[in-house]
C-alpha cells in the first residue's frame, strides 16, 4: 500500500493551501484517513481525520479554518488549509487506515510527508 502527498509549500500568513493524498488500493479496503503534522524535534500530531461515512474530528487549533475532505472513487484525503499562521508550519503526513481483505483487519499506513512553511 502506498500513500502519496502533495500540495505543500510555501506560503504567507493568511494564505491557504491544499494538501493531497491518493492510497493506492481500493477505497473498499480504507478506512479512516486523516492528516497530522510534526514540527521538528517533537511528536507527530493529529490536525484532522475523516471515517468512511465523513464524520470528522479537529484539532483545536485548527477548527475553523482547515477542512478535511476525501473522494471515495480517487480514494485519496484532501485537506484545505486557510488562514494559514506561522504556528502550522511543519511536515505534514497523510494517514489511513487499510486492510488486505474484507475480513482482515485495519492497520495504520503513512505517506512520506509534504513539508507547509507559513512565513512572511
Known amino acids: 500500500v502506498q500513500l502519496q502527498a502533495s500540495g505543500g509549500g510555501l506560503v504567507q500568513p493568511g494564505g491557504s493551501l491544499r494538501l493531497s493524498c491518493e492510497v493506492s488500493?481500493?477505497?473498499?479496503?480504507?478506512?479512516?484517513m486523516g492528516w497530522y503534522r510534526q514540527v521538528s524535534g517533537k511528536q507527530r500530531d493529529l490536525v484532522a481525520t475523516i471515517t468512511t461515512s465523513g464524520i470528522t474530528n479537529y484539532a483545536d487549533s485548527v477548527k475553523g479554518r482547515f477542512t478535511v475532505s476525501r473522494d471515495s472513487a480517487k480514494n485519496a484525503v484532501y485537506l484545505q488549509m486557510d488562514s494559514l499562521q506561522p504556528e502550522d508550519t511543519g511536515v505534514y503526513y497523510c494517514l489511513a487506515y487499510t486492510r488486505p481483505g474484507v475480513f482482515r483487519p485495519f492497520s495504520e499506513k503513512w505517506g512520506q510527508g509534504t513539508l507547509v512553511t507559513v512565513s512572511s
Open positions: 488500493i481500493s477505497s473498499f479496503n480504507t478506512g479512516t
